[in-house]
């Protein structure tokens, strides 16, 4: 798959992760979740998008443009910023949808 689960969280761990979300998005092909995306956010001024993929038979459908249109016009409603972190070779895909690189982020593994 995609790394969804790349931590091996449990179900109830993942559902966990899906509910404490601000705001997420899903989209299913015959009740087979094909896509999703996800927002952390304070809700007053910055939403962190994170968790977008979409199931490899599914890409370039314009599934993940679609998630990511309606994430970006929630967040507009709510007035916060959407903000998101990408590896490098997604950079111009996230430009099309309007985003500019603005900070170096950084992360730190950690044993689960």
Not at 58 to 86: A, D, F, T
């Amino acid at each position: 798959m995609l790394g969804w689960n790349s931590l091996n969280l449990s179900v109830d761990e993942l559902e966990k992760m899906c509910k404490q979300s601000w705001y997420a998005m899903y989209a299913y092909h015959d009740q087979q979740l094909v896509g999703m995306g996800r927002v952390i956010s304070d809700g007053v001024i910055t939403a962190m998008i994170c968790g977008v993929c979409v199931m490899p038979n599914y890409q370039s459908k314009g599934i993940g443009k679609e998630i990511m249109n309606r994430i970006i016009s929630h967040c507009e409603q709510n007035k916060v910023i959407p903000q998101l972190m990408c590896v490098e070779n997604l950079e111009t895909y996230y430009e099309t949808l309007g985003f500019k690189k603005f900070a170096i982020g950084m992360t730190k593994n950690i044993n689960r």
